[in-house]
């Protein structure tokens, strides 16, 4: 289990801005067991380390002044502009209960379906709800596509490799991934449309041909002008 440091912001006053401006991660810790609520600051590049390797679906410690707590990053709030980390909650659950956690997919390997058919994998999901003790959450769960050779082979929920202690909160049946067929795009495709233009083109000519033909059988009708 990975570690990161914490220390308790005793002093609330000191603006969050000022600390982001020092690489400084407002934080706060609840929990079940955590009667209030604990205001936290943490190093933002130990933190985006960590998160990068474990997400929000897998225990980390987080180490207060000494005190190591076992939580999960609950929530994390983004910079709309610049995408760096403004904020993270972390919260401590029950060991001893199960909990719901979503987990995200990482595929693996490459598909022959792909590879010697031409055919495009498709990915219909990239994360899955499970449910399982705090300790037994994955941080992903692997895809070896590998398996597609044809384009009716798929990957199913029921596929995946999860322990037995960790419970996928969706359809075993459910399609994951699959490889589709190439389009099959004919010469003849290209024939038709430039046929339609010519046939625009002669259309458009043949409207103006008429409308001069008509102008003229006016004039005719109507004579010439005769002066004022």
């Known amino acids: 289990m990975l570690t990161l440091s914490a220390k308790i912001r005793k002093s609330l006053k000191k603006k969050a801005k000022v600390l982001r401006e020092n690489d400084i991660l407002p934080a706060v810790l609840y929990g079940p067991k955590v009667k209030n609520p ?8 130990e933190f985006e380390k960590i998160y990068k390797e474990v997400g929000g679906s897998s225990l980390i410690s987080l180490d207060i002044e000494g005190k190591q707590c076992p939580v999960l990053i609950q929530e994390v709030a983004n910079d709309p502009l610049t995408d760096k980390f ?24 490459e598909a022959p379906a792909c590879k010697e058919l031409g055919g495009t994998l498709v990915k219909n999901i990239h994360e899955v709800e499970v449910k399982a003790l705090p300790q037994n959450l994955l941080h992903e769960i692997k895809v070896n596509v590998e398996g597609l050779k044809t384009f009716e082979d798929n990957i199913l929920i029921k596929d995946l490799n999860v322990s037995k202690d960790v419970k996928i909160l969706k359809d075993p049946e459910e399609t994951v991934a699959f490889v589709a067929e190439p389009e099959k795009v004919e ?17 458009e000519e043949g409207k103006e041909k008429e409308e001069i033909k008509e102008e003229k059988e006016e004039a005719k009708e109507e004579g010439p002008e005769k002066p004022k």
């Open 86 to 109: 403004i904020h993270v909650d972390f919260y401590q659950p029950r060991l001893d209960e199960e909990i719901e956690a979503k987990v995200p997919l990482a595929f693996e390997g």
């Open 187 to 203: 010469e003849e495709l290209e024939k038709p449309v430039e046929e339609k233009v010519e046939e625009v083109e002669k259309v």
């Open 38 to 45: 604990v205001s936290l600051e943490i190093n933002l590049k």
